[in-house]
């Protein structure tokens, strides 16, 4: 129900990738998206005492965005299932306890299905909070983009990422002064003309912000140093708007701003809102947009020639830039997102009246925490990472079944054989997919190692007459032939070292 999402706020915030419909009677629902008003409704509703805190409840659930440009397969969907959980604590010292212990442990089960991830610093968008990380596999058709050093191992989503800033010595303001600076509608262009350094310009950058149903949408100016990019995710964050899109040419001209040449001198702070990266705020006489076709305005200040509403981190950490940790240069790669986890603190509780008792009677709000893994995205990058010309090869802990019996049965014997190894194999706790199809050897192979079981058993008149069962691991290496009664005892050593490979 739409109630719960309007207490917290998120039913006004969250623009149009919610999936929001009326019922038969005219109520407001949705199709969650997450489930942190509903979980902090439940806590409301069964916890009372501080005794009966710590805790943490989960879920494996369906989840519904509606995605405009739904992507990958399994990697962006409108509709996608998730193992959450959700921690419920009397403190941050709980929390902190809880967050570590689910940083681990997710660790620990992308490990366990063999997939490779990295934990990056990330935005907290819209779950809100005060910190967050994403697990991130790295491959070029990942749809994020990270910041990560090799030299102390800093990693950050591009999002929040931040970098060492050195501010550019303009020397003392100086008088503004407009010059011609025709046809140099580019920082490239304008560096250029005048012969100056870019790190000597402003870059002006410009968003249309969506504020929600009861404000119009206004015209964002976003300055940063020449030589940097604008970071829409921190100039949404530091707007407190819901949204944001590239402005459109009349939406700019509506302002006074001349695109190409605009700068926020002369703008009226109701026409636009002026976000300012902190090493513009820092730097002194750099060269703006005049607001007029053809002009810049040498020696622009922040502070004495515009006001700016917000200063803060815009500018978007780049490759090459100095990593803040180390001064290492940064370096960008592509990642999925396969799991997320966020310290909620009271937002939720708060909102939705989910208190616990303390010990002196003080009625207190429950501090909550968000963790949530993507099985579906989870299950697409390990065929992403586990496959080959031929198929899949699925690590021996996630795969649908753990082995391939592969029957080409001429005789009887043969076939009665390959049905009483296929019952031992279930007997053993082993599990088969097993192709007895009418069809040909290559067909079963070819099937066989699109499926990517990880290993594959082939009963055949000509394995029994070489002394058993053919086994082949689809990861690799040279087909065997086992005797019959060694069989389990063989596939269960595969599978061991497998699983050990997995858990190491």
């Given at each position: 129900?739409?109630?719960?999402?309007?207490?917290?706020?998120?039913?006004?915030?969250?623009?149009?990738?919610?999936?929001?419909?009326?019922?038969?009677?005219?109520?407001?629902?949705?199709?969650?998206?997450t489930h942190e008003e509903v979980v902090a409704e439940l806590a409301r509703s069964e916890i009372r005492s501080y005794r009966q805190l710590p805790q943490t409840v989960f879920q494996i659930q369906t989840k519904f965005r509606d995605e405009p440009r739904p992507r990958g397969g399994l990697i962006r969907t409108r509709e996608f299932t998730m193992k959450d959980s959700y921690s419920l604590d009397r403190d941050e010292a709980g929390l902190q306890r809880q967050y570590e212990s689910h940083y681990q442990a997710y660790l620990r089960i992308f490990a366990r299905c063999g997939l490779p991830v990295i934990a990056?610093?990330?935005?907290?968008?819209?779950?809100?909070?005060?910190?967050?990380?994403?697990?991130?596999?790295?491959?070029?058709?990942?749809?994020?983009?990270?910041?990560?050093?090799?030299?102390?191992?800093?990693?950050?989503?591009?999002?929040?990422?931040?970098?060492?800033?050195?501010?550019?010595?303009?020397?003392?303001?100086?008088?503004?002064?407009?010059?011609?600076?025709?046809?140099?509608?580019?920082?490239?262009?304008?560096?250029?003309?005048?012969?100056?350094?870019?790190?000597?310009?402003?870059?002006?950058?410009?968003?249309?912000?969506?504020?929600?149903?009861?404000?119009?949408?206004?015209?964002?100016?976003?300055?940063?140093?020449?030589?940097?990019?604008?970071?829409?995710?921190?100039?949404?964050?530091?707007?407190?708007?819901?949204?944001?899109?590239?402005?459109?040419?009349?939406?700019?001209?509506?302002?006074?701003?001349?695109?190409?040449?605009?700068?926020?001198?002369?703008?009226?702070?109701?026409?636009?809102l002026v976000i300012i990266d902190d090493l513009v705020a820092e730097s002194t006489n750099l060269v703006a947009g005049a607001n007029e076709p053809g002009y810049h305005l040498l020696n622009t200040n922040a502070g004495r020639d515009y006001q700016p509403d917000v200063v803060g981190h815009i500018a978007l950490a780049t490759e090459?830039?100095?990593?803040?940790?180390?001064?290492?240069?940064?370096?960008?790669?592509?990642?999925?997102?396969?799991?997320?986890?966020?310290?909620?603190?009271?937002?939720?509780?708060?909102?939705?009246?989910?208190?616990?008792?303390?010990?002196?009677?003080?009625?207190?709000?429950?501090?909550?925490?968000?963790?949530?893994?993507?099985?579906?995205?989870?299950?697409?990058?390990?065929?992403?990472?586990?496959?080959?010309?031929?198929?899949?090869?699925?690590?021996?802990?996630?795969?649908?079944?753990?082995?391939?019996?592969?029957?080409?049965?001429?005789?009887?014997?043969?076939?009665?054989?390959?049905?009483?190894?296929?019952?031992?194999?279930?007997?053993?706790?082993?599990?088969?997919?097993?192709?007895?199809?009418?069809?040909?050897?290559?067909?079963?192979?070819?099937?066989?190692?699109?499926?990517?079981?990880?290993?594959?058993?082939?009963?055949?008149?000509?394995?029994?007459?070489?002394?058993?069962?053919?086994?082949?691991?689809?990861?690799?290496?040279?087909?065997?032939?086992?005797?019959?009664?060694?069989?389990?005892?063989?596939?269960?050593?595969?599978?061991?070292?497998?699983?050990?490979?997995?858990?190491?």
């Amino acid at each position: 129900p739409a109630e719960l999402w309007q207490q917290t706020g998120r039913w006004q915030a969250i623009d149009e990738t919610m999936a929001r419909f009326r019922d038969r009677c005219g109520r407001d629902m949705l199709l969650a998206m997450t489930h942190e008003e509903v979980v902090a409704e439940l806590a409301r509703s069964e916890i009372r005492s501080y005794r009966q805190l710590p805790q943490t409840v989960f879920q494996i659930q369906t989840k519904f965005r509606d995605e405009p440009r739904p992507r990958g397969g399994l990697i962006r969907t409108r509709e996608f299932t998730m193992k959450d959980s959700y921690s419920l604590d009397r403190d941050e010292a709980g929390l902190q306890r809880q967050y570590e212990s689910h940083y681990q442990a997710y660790l620990r089960i992308f490990a366990r299905c063999g997939l490779p991830v990295i934990a990056v610093g990330s935005d907290v968008g819209m779950m809100g909070g005060k910190q967050a990380h994403e697990f991130m596999y790295l491959t070029p058709i990942g749809e994020d983009t990270l910041a990560i050093c090799n030299a102390c191992g800093y990693a950050a989503n591009q999002e929040v990422a931040r970098f060492r800033k050195t501010p550019f010595d303009g020397g003392s303001p100086r008088p503004l002064e407009k010059v011609p600076t025709p046809g140099a509608n580019t920082i490239a262009a304008l560096a250029a003309f005048l012969g100056i350094d870019v790190r000597q310009t402003a870059k002006a950058v410009f968003y249309t912000a969506d504020f929600g149903v009861d404000e119009s949408p206004k015209l964002i100016i976003a300055i940063v140093r020449g030589d940097m990019e604008a970071n829409p995710t921190q100039v949404l964050n530091l707007s407190g708007a819901r949204a944001l899109r590239p402005a459109q040419p009349e939406e700019i001209a509506a302002a006074g701003v001349v695109a190409g040449y605009g700068s926020p001198v002369g703008v009226s702070h109701d026409k636009a809102l002026v976000i300012i990266d902190d090493l513009v705020a820092e730097s002194t006489n750099l060269v703006a947009g005049a607001n007029e076709p053809g002009y810049h305005l040498l020696n622009t200040n922040a502070g004495r020639d515009y006001q700016p509403d917000v200063v803060g981190h815009i500018a978007l950490a780049t490759e090459g830039l100095p990593c803040i940790e180390c001064g290492a240069p940064l370096q960008l790669h592509r990642g999925v997102e396969v799991g997320n986890i966020f310290q909620l603190g009271t937002r939720y509780s708060e909102a939705l009246g989910a208190l616990y008792t303390d010990e002196d009677g003080v009625s207190r709000p429950i501090v909550m925490g968000s963790y949530g893994i993507g099985v579906g995205r989870l299950l697409a990058c390990v065929a992403e990472h586990y496959r080959d010309e031929r198929g899949l090869m699925w690590p021996i802990v996630i795969a649908p079944y753990h082995v391939a019996l592969v029957a080409l049965a001429k005789s009887e014997t043969t076939h009665a054989i390959a049905e009483r190894l296929y019952a031992d194999l279930q007997r053993a706790g082993i599990e088969v997919l097993y192709d007895d199809r009418d069809a040909s050897a290559g067909i079963k192979f070819a099937d066989a190692d699109l499926r990517g079981m990880p290993v594959r058993l082939t009963l055949s008149d000509r394995s029994l007459k070489n002394g058993g069962v053919e086994l082949k691991r689809r990861s690799g290496g040279d087909s065997r032939i086992v005797a019959l009664d060694e069989v389990i005892g063989e596939v269960q050593a595969e599978l061991a070292a497998g699983d050990r490979a997995s858990s190491g």
